[in-house]
């Protein structure tokens, strides 16, 4: 049985830290790119980070470019998401992506940043 799950949401200051954790399970995590993708409140879903599973290719959204640091370990089956420097605009339901020859998705984790 296929699952992923993402832990580390929580309320952060402007300003602050969290990192987003995501374990996967049921699939051969190695050959798939991973991503983590955020939605606000009455907004579509996006991208915000990704990590190729051949190359090792990183790639972010413009507005989290020098803040946010996605990672991954094959070994452990799992993607972190190292986010720095939050701003309001941040939050969001957090969601880790699987995707290969079949598509994969966490069930979220919500992000708030206020002061």
């Known amino acids: 049985q296929v699952h992923l799950v993402e832990s580390g949401g929580g309320l952060a200051q402007p300003g602050g830290s969290l990192t987003l954790s995501c374990v996967g399970s049921?699939?051969?995590?190695?050959?798939?790119?991973v991503s983590w993708h955020r939605q606000a409140p009455g907004k579509e879903r996006e991208l915000v980070a990704s990590?190729?599973?051949?190359?090792?290719?990183?790639q972010y959204d413009d507005s989290v470019k020098g803040r946010f640091t996605i990672s991954r370990d094959n070994l452990k089956m799992t993607t972190d998401l190292q986010m720095n420097d939050l701003k309001p605009e941040d939050t969001a339901v957090y969601y880790c992506n699987a995707r290969a020859e079949n598509d994969y998705w966490g069930q979220g984790t919500q992000v708030t940043v206020s002061a």
């Open positions: 049921g699939f051969a995590f190695e050959w798939y790119d």
């Open positions: 990590f190729s599973a051949t190359g090792r290719r990183t």
